[in-house]
């Protein structure tokens, strides 16, 4: 069984300051990993995945995160913050072996922009 | 393309009604499924169908009744509408599974 971890619920930045989303998994197989962002009111959106390959995976809008399979981790950065990051993020897995990807989602993160 | 559509956007249900929740894509991708979203629990799957006629139940299946007669639509039933399915309800396609698109949700409140 699969299942994901995100450190904080809410989570407050400056703009133009760091960005940093945690996210911590458990599989009993190396996962693929994904990074969506929910504006309010809309519907999900894919920021960035890793599925294989190199491990510091770079997303739109500046967002980057990086796979760490000894600390089972997929940290979500973010060198500068917007106005515009204001969203919930959330990190979700899948199992390689299953053909159809089915994602299991972590809680999510709200995060707050103030000037 | 329209992507995913969902309808409606909202809906005010009371307890005992039902009522189907309306999912259609028009990138022709074979893997469909709903979740619904609750606050600090993320996103649940409720079903999927991985093709026309193929649905399989999620990690919470019960209350939701789905079928799956064309690629393009994938609606959700709700047969006694209940309190605890107040809920926001997200319906996503995709074409091998993981890069799933979402459609913009429906706002369900069961009173």
């Known amino acids: 069984a699969q299942s994901v971890t995100q450190l904080g619920s809410h989570v407050s930045v400056s703009e133009g300051a760091l960005v940093l989303l945690r996210c911590n998994y458990s599989?009993?197989?190396?996962?693929?990993l994904f990074w969506y962002v929910q504006y309010p009111n809309q519907g999900l959106q894919l920021l960035l995945k890793?599925?294989?390959?190199?491990?510091l995976v770079k997303g739109i809008n500046g967002f980057e995160a990086e796979f760490k399979k000894s600390e089972t981790s997929f940290h979500l950065t973010k060198p500068s913050a917007h106005m515009s990051d204001a969203a919930e993020y959330f990190c979700?897995?899948?199992?390689?072996?299953?053909?159809?990807?089915?994602?299991?989602f972590g809680a999510g993160t709200q995060v707050v922009v103030t000037p | 393309n329209a992507g995913v559509t969902q309808t409606p956007k909202f809906q005010v249900l009371k307890t005992g009604q039902s009522m189907t929740l309306q999912c259609a894509q028009d990138?022709?991708?074979?893997?469909m499924s709903w979740y619904r979203q609750d606050p600090g629990m993320g996103l649940r799957l409720i079903h999927y169908?991985?093709?026309?006629?193929?649905?399989d139940q999620g990690e919470v299946p019960n209350g939701y009744n789905v079928s799956r007669s064309t690629t393009e639509d994938f609606p959700l039933r709700l047969l006694s509408a209940a309190p605890s399915q107040t809920s926001v309800y997200f319906c996503?396609?995709?074409?091998?599974?993981?890069?799933?698109?979402f459609g913009p949700g429906t706002r369900l409140t069961v009173t």
């Open positions: 996503a396609s995709s074409y091998q599974g993981y890069e799933q698109y």
């Open positions: 599989s009993s197989v190396p996962p693929y």
């Open positions: 890793y599925t294989t390959g190199a491990t």
């Open positions: 979700a897995v899948t199992d390689p072996t299953d053909s159809w990807g089915k994602l299991q």
């Open positions: 990138m022709n991708h074979e893997y």
């Open positions: 169908s991985v093709g026309a006629g193929i649905t």
